[in-house]
């Protein structure tokens, strides 16, 4: 298991000029793709995060997302989230955005989508992620 405790940023300009750059969390806590989803709901519970970055930790390469929807789900199928492993619960191709779109548009795509949680990502590949609680303070002004 991979862990990074994610982080604030502490400054936020106004709502009218914010983009998803200067609210995103660049650390993230990541978890393995071949870990079992116990493990992922551990490190989202010990992070006090809602969803996790999958990796591969033997290439470094981003895998998709686990969120606690997809925790609940598999208990919810009655499979046992000791068994079941991340790679079979999380989100291969979730929607993501760039660090320059709106924070007014990133509500708008978390919206239509159902989404509480967007990747950001750049030429380079994943720059960090922003949930819900991100776009709803900046939004709303609120540091």
Known sequence: MTSVTAQSPSVRPSPSTVT????????????DQYDHVAAAAY???????SALMVVDTRSGRT?????????????????????VRVHAAMTTRPAVIDATTS????AKIMTSGHFRHLPVVGPDGLLGVVDINDVCQ????EE
Do not use: Y
């Open 20 to 31: 998803v750059a200067d609210v995103m969390r660049q650390s993230m806590t990541t978890v």
């Open 43 to 49: 490190l989202m519970k010990h992070a006090a995060t």
């Open 103 to 106: 924070v007014r548009d990133a």
């Open 138 to 141: 900046a939004l709303i002004g």
């Open 63 to 83: 895998m998709g997302i686990i969120t606690e929807r997809d925790v609940a789900e598999t208990v919810a199928d009655g499979k046992d989230v000791n068994e």
